[in-house]
């Protein structure tokens, strides 16, 4: 198959070198002209375990090639993915300005009907106005290609992307048109031989399905961090804990096995209750801009923890909460400053949610 995948950061290089290990043509635009140097030379850009073999390889063979030049790349690509970066912006939402620059040159250069698939981890909605950008540029230059948008969130972990993406736990295609959904099945078999399930959905489930699963992950270590402090006080290993716990398959699907507790093996204390805030961010930041009360564990767990965290070994959650310093849900109940507040503002919200986050 012939493929373009635009933006080759993390997800991008390890998406286009994975694609062409199993066989499809694929050509990577970034508009960062040093990495596209270095990768075309064979020169890692990232560390991951495996990838240079790879990427060499394929670069020898023919089927990997890198451009700045997306007239080059998009023109005859079956599927076009997206791959470009979503940081958080001020208000706590994902910048989409990247995507939005990307979906335009592809409808700058579509020549044929094409799937353009969206893998940044991007808020509901997102494959409409992506739709939307395409289209606005095909018009303008009076083009009548069609074109199909999927979702598809990608659930790598750096450290074990290759194994990862050629071996994923899940498939998540966002979908609703059959042709797309045929190409995409055609593309991701070699990589669910093993029996991996390939869930398929309407897009806006599957932008939603990587949200709250990122939120899922940083409850679990918002969780595994306050056991961790409770172990310190009472002499129990966290280690052991951890595995006695994990050990409980009806509390963990298979999945969850290795990404979270690989993570919380990784994270101390505090780096982790970072990951937490970051990852659910995003998922705040949607529950506040729907006017949704959110008052999930997850996010009055992390508000909670936020100033216990730094203090990680010698902290005393109950003490500081008594000083009344940050204790705020964000649902529409908050309490700031020890003063009771209910029915808050959605801007009041926002700035509790904003101090909560970003501190
Ligand atoms: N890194 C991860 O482990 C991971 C895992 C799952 C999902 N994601 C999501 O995948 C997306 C990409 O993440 P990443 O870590 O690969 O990002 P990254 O920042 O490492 O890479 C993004 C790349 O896109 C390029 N780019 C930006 N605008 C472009 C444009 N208009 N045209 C061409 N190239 C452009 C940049 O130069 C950069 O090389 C994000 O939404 C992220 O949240 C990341």
Redesign the pocket.
Known sequence: MRLTV????????VAATCFAETGNQVSV????AG?VERLTAGELT?YEPGLGELLRSNLASGRLRFTTE?AVAVPGAEAVFL????PMGVDGA?DLS?VE??AR?IGRHLDAWTVVVG????PVGTAARVRGWVQAELDRRGAATGFAVVSN??????GA?VEDFLRPDRVVLGVDDPRAEQILRDLYAAFVRNGQRIYVMDPRSAEMT?YAANGLLATKISYINEIAAICERVGADVAQVRQGVGADIACRPAADAVGCHELLARQRCASGATIAKAQIGFVVAVALRHELGLEAVAVEQIAHRRPCSRRAGKRDCGQRRQRGRVHAGVGGRSRVEGRNKRNASPRQRRSIAARILYG
Not at 6 to 13: A, Q, T, W
Not at 153 to 158: A, S, V
Request: glycine content about 12%.
């Open positions: 635009i933006g080759s950061g993390y997800v991008g290089l635009v970034d508009i960062d990495r990232i997306a791959c470009v970066g979503t994902a990247a620059a990307a040159s893998k940044s981890t991007v969130p990608e659930f790598l972990k750096e992307a990587k």
